[in-house]
């Protein structure tokens, strides 16, 4: 795993030995003769972790003091102190106000080495942990096997190698957020840092302060912005339509000059991002009415990912309502349960305007409200919410009765129409599957179809 690591010693031999050790694990290293230097370097990027000498002679701080304005101002940042022979004790000294370890010297490569893969392994899981608690979702799988959904895999394995930015487009709840999780997963950036940052969650006055962070005065804690936080990992811009103008120029900016300035500074930080950007809006007409910047649709957009509302893979209702189904069993202890073929039909016919989000909640929610009754019980469809009834759709002749204007023989033709048109549809277009179900011959649904002039 590369990491950013900062070493700070006052004897120009141990850095540059340090520093080449790490260096030949892959890690990208930064150095430090004093502590003035030390901190100018973690101000112009957060480290992922620090080697600190405990004595550091012709410094303004030494070792230990440096320590705490470490702490501070980031205390998820882990500081290993490089201790001499006589002084263990302020070693330990030192773990007791934060730092992660110790090692003294002489030091032999293979411990340097370990403690450093020890310390940043820590303090990924650290952050994972955070990021799990955060996460509404366990899911790192893209579920479906629709056409669609097959098609937009193989858009994520092409795009995921390269460093491109990708902007994702889809209605709400259709699993943009999963894709660019997808994209990150299986990029080699994957054991970097994955980022979320939703602009529709987050007042304008405050955006620029979570995206760029602060600069404070030392020794208080300053706010890393997220796209420090994302230095060699991706920064999922969530609704990115939703960002004020003013931010959209700093982006644009950040975009161009891959490097910015925090709140209240004047320093301009180098970072590597890649950025993957989502909207469920219509980006045109926010372009045309001047309220999104067209030339940062363009750069954002390199390569854009259309993804599919539910309505247009209704076969994958099944698999994700089964994959719901055992993940919240497993979350809540609730047995599974069996969903009759008629209430399935109903799931599978309903239009689903929150996609696969609000899919995953009535299957919670049913789940809930079914798990007195007989485990044996399949779930009906009377027991389904109203919330799913309501969104079956309707047909033309029942909306406006124009079904009783007719005679039977018309009446029944339209009723086939709209029924076969339905079912065709709910099984994606496949037409033997829609045969079995509606219990006819494919080739006598054919003629069927032909004869209705589907
Ligand atoms: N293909 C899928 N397989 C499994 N779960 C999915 C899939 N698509 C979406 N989900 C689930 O649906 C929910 C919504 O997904 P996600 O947050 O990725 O959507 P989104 O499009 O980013 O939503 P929003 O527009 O509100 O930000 C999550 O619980 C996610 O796990």
Redesign the pocket.
């Known amino acids: 795993m590369a990491s950013d690591i900062l070493i700070v010693d006052d004897e120009a031999d141990i850095r540059e030995l340090v520093a080449g050790l790490l260096e030949d694990e892959g890690h990208e290293t930064r150095t430090a003769g004093n502590s003035d230097a030390a901190l100018q370097a973690i101000t112009d990027r957060v480290p992922r972790l620090v080697f600190l000498d405990i004595w550091l002679q012709g410094s303004r701080l030494d070792g230990l003091d440096l320590l705490d304005a470490i702490k501070a101002q980031h205390p998820e940042v882990p500081v290993v102190m490089i201790s001499g022979h006589g002084n263990i004790e302020t070693a330990v000294s030192a773990i007791r106000r934060g730092a992660y370890d110790y090692i003294e010297k002489p030091f032999k490569a293979d411990r340097l080495v370990l403690i450093a893969e020890r310390a940043l392994e820590t303090s990924k899981l650290k952050r994972e942990v955070l990021e799990l608690k955060r996460r ?2 366990d ?1 790192a799988e ?3 096997k629709s056409q669609p ?1 097959n098609q937009l895999r193989s858009v994520i394995e092409r795009v995921s190698p390269t460093n491109s930015r990708v902007m994702i487009l ?1 209605a ?7 894709v660019a999780r997808a994209i990150h997963a299986a990029s080699p950036r994957a054991s970097g840092p994955f980022v979320a940052l939703n602009a529709a969650a987050i007042t304008p006055d405050r955006m620029e302060l979570e995206l760029f962070g602060n600069e404070t005065p030392p020794g208080t804690e300053r706010k890393i912005g997220a796209l420090e936080e994302a230095h060699r990992g991706v920064l999922y811009l ?1 609704e990115v339509a939703d960002m004020p103008r003013e931010t959209q120029n700093r982006i644009l900016r950040v975009l161009t000059e891959q490097t910015f300035e925090r709140v209240g500074g004047s320093k301009r930080v180098k970072v590597d991002v890649r950025i993957i950007s ?1 909207t ?1 809006q219509n980006l045109d007409s926010l372009i045309a009415e001047g309220l999104f910047r067209e030339d940062l649709y363009h750069r954002l957009a390199v390569v854009p990912i259309q ?1 599919p509302p539910l309505a247009d893979r209704r076969q994958d209702v099944p698999m ?1 309502i089964e ?1 719901f189904m055992n993940q919240i069993s497993e979350q809540t202890g609730i047995k599974t349960k069996r969903i009759s073929d008629e209430a399935m039909a109903v799931l599978q016919a309903s239009e689903w305007p929150g996609n ?2 609000q899919l ?1 909640n009535n299957v919670e929610r049913l789940m809930i409200l079914s798990r007195d009754t007989d485990a044996d019980h399949p779930i009906t469809a009377d027991m389904l919410p109203n919330e799913v009834g309501d969104m079956l759709p309707r047909t033309p002749s029942q909306a406006n009765g124009q079904i009783l204007a007719l005679p039977l023989r018309d009446a029944r033709e339209v009723f086939e129409k709209e029924y076969l048109v339905a079912q065709i549809n709910r099984f994606g277009g496949n037409i033997s599957r829609t045969a079995e179900f509606v219990g006819m011959e494919r080739s006598a649904l054919h003629r069927k179809l032909k004869s209705l002039g589907i």
């Open positions: 509404s979702t899911f893209l579920i479906g959904m889809g709400s709840g259709s699993g943009k957020e999963m969530d989502s469920s993804v994700l994959a696969v989000r995953r």
